[in-house]
């Protein structure tokens, strides 16, 4: 194999004076009025009035915040899966198929072939900055392996595709890139994810993978898999694979991962590097160390509005863009792209950490807080807080989830309880006391809400924490028929019959 590592070196240094020199703000305003143009003789421009549209302030006059439901009764459900100058010009070929975590709702989100020209440069993006910090490595000299759902896709009608958008990736990776992508078409197309494991664990040990990419918990049920193969592996990577240079990670927050992988990777010159990757576009990738943040992609046909969680939901909510963000405030994700979402909530929250360039951290889902008792807690905060109780007691955490524990059954006072999943056995009583009081600690220093609710036990007591055996959570995702890379534990469950089923499974008492 041909080592392509200096001509991505090469971009890395053009692309790098490119984004030096940017102006972020401008950037925006011309890819938000250069989508506007392309869109006008659609449907859904013709409905806006988008070819009288040239400022951002008549764009958000004009066109209001939408979530995805808004799109399917209007615009898309009436004539899927054919649509054509519907909401962006041209037939859409593709649907990335998702469904929320905790729902299990359906959704088909359009992607479009420019969509998949955005996706590239934002995944080139993230190569540059590894590049960068890696300035001897050689990443193109071997295997990228991508650790994802299913790629087979179902055509909906001639020509038109739906599926997983790692199905979606695969099937329109440019042929010169295939040659270095691990796992091969007919793994890829294995839907039995344990099934997809076995094969795919005895062929990865054989390559000499210098990248790997995936969600941060199937990665580790991945790397167990690895050690039935190999009884006497010290846990290292580095031991597998002594090239690895890289592990891209997304979808969940990665603090309470971090020890784990840090484990993983002792002895080697590899980092994590964070992509944020929604079905609806690749939006921001780290392009400093693993924990500072992500840098916002400005000039790839995306455009970003962001509006403050607390109002949202509001008649006439503020709706910022990059001219008028402020850090440190929680806001609510909205984007308008190639693909053919216009203002659309995708239901992620973002915290600016820096302007310019652009900065975010993403705090959570518009959808998933935690307040059964008024304590209005955020994804954000309660990954912190399970991070630090894990590192207290000096274990890994690898799934959690939380719900709360309504008063009844003798007790006239509630509160959360987080079933909890460690790398190795379940912790013992006094290690998990430890655990659940650096939990309320630490909630109680970053929510004042919470802090008030928690003043004497009145009104919710002292979280608690049923800790349960390695591979509790990947069972449990398997009996829902949502085990494999595309899925996510849901962190947060505020469905009542969903949290019991997981309680259940998990033999809380």
């Not at 070819?51 to 799109?71: A, H, M, N, W």
């Not at 935690?370 to 007691?393: N, P, Q, Y």
């Not at 919470?450 to 055996?469: E, F």
Request: charged share 20%; hydrophobic share 40%; glycine share 8%.
């Amino acid at each position: 194999m041909i080592d392509a590592t200096p001509a991505l070196k090469m971009y890395a240094k053009w692309r790098m004076q490119r984004l030096g020199a940017q102006d972020p703000v401008e950037l925006q305003r011309c890819q938000l009025l250069g989508l506007v143009g392309q869109a006008t003789d659609t449907f859904f421009g013709r409905d806006h009035g988008f070819g009288s549209i040239d400022t951002v302030e008549e764009f958000q006059k004009r066109v209001p915040l939408r979530r995805y439901e808004d799109f399917w009764k209007r615009y898309w459900q009436p004539t899927l899966p054919i649509l054509s100058d519907v909401t962006w010009p041209g037939t859409i070929p593709y649907f990335a198929v998702t469904s929320g975590t905790t729902s299990g709702t359906t959704k088909y989100i359009p992607f479009t072939r420019e969509m998949n020209r955005s996706n590239f440069r934002g995944c080139a993006d993230l190569l540059v900055h590894h590049a960068v910090n890696h300035p001897h490595g050689r990443l193109l000299a071997g295997t990228s392996f991508m650790l994802g759902g299913a790629t087979d896709l179902l055509e909906l009608a001639p020509g038109i595709w739906s599926g997983d958008l790692s199905g979606i990736a695969a099937k329109v990776l440019p042929f010169w890139a295939r040659r270095r992508y691990f796992p091969p078409r007919t793994i890829e197309a294995i839907a039995n994810w344990e099934e997809k494991i076995a094969t795919l664990a005895p062929l990865a040990l054989e390559r000499d993978i210098r990248a790997i990419a995936g969600v941060p918990s199937w990665l580790l049920v991945f790397f167990e898999r690895l050690r039935t193969l190999r009884p006497n592996w010290d846990g290292r990577l580095a031991t597998l694979w002594p090239d690895l240079e890289l592990i891209v990670h997304g979808g969940v927050n990665f603090a309470p991962y971090r020890p784990l992988f840090r484990d993983l990777l002792a002895g080697s010159d590899a980092e994590t590097r964070e992509i944020y990757a929604a079905s609806e576009g690749i939006i921001a990738a780290a392009d400093r160390a693993d924990g500072e943040g992500l840098r916002l992609n400005v000039d790839t046909c995306l455009f970003y509005e962001f509006v403050p969680v607390e109002e949202l939901d509001a008649p006439q909510p503020t709706r910022h863009w990059l001219a008028t963000v402020e850090t440190n405030v929680n806001y609510a994700l909205v984007l308008s792209s190639c693909a053919g979402v216009w203002a659309y909530v995708i239901g992620d929250t973002v915290r600016f950490i820096d302007r310019r360039p652009p900065r975010i951290l993403v705090t959570g889902r518009t959808a998933y807080t935690l307040s059964a008792f008024g304590e209005h807690l955020i994804d954000e905060e309660i990954e912190k807080a399970v991070a630090t109780a894990a590192e207290a007691i000096h274990a890994g955490v690898t799934d959690y989830a939380v719900g709360a524990i309504y008063p009844g059954n003798g007790s006239a006072v509630g509160g959360h309880l987080f079933v909890v999943e460690c790398a190795e056995k379940a912790p013992g009583r006094l290690a998990t006391e430890r655990f659940t009081a650096v939990l309320d600690q630490v909630l109680s220093t970053l929510n004042d809400d919470y802090r008030t609710h928690r003043i004497g036990d009145i009104s919710m007591r002292q979280p608690r924490a049923h800790m349960v055996a390695p591979g509790t959570f990947a069972a449990w995702m398997k009996r829902r028929g949502q085990l494999g890379g595309q899925h996510k534990v849901p962190r947060i469950i505020d469905d009542e019959d969903l949290f019991s089923d997981l309680l259940r499974f998990a033999g809380y008492p």
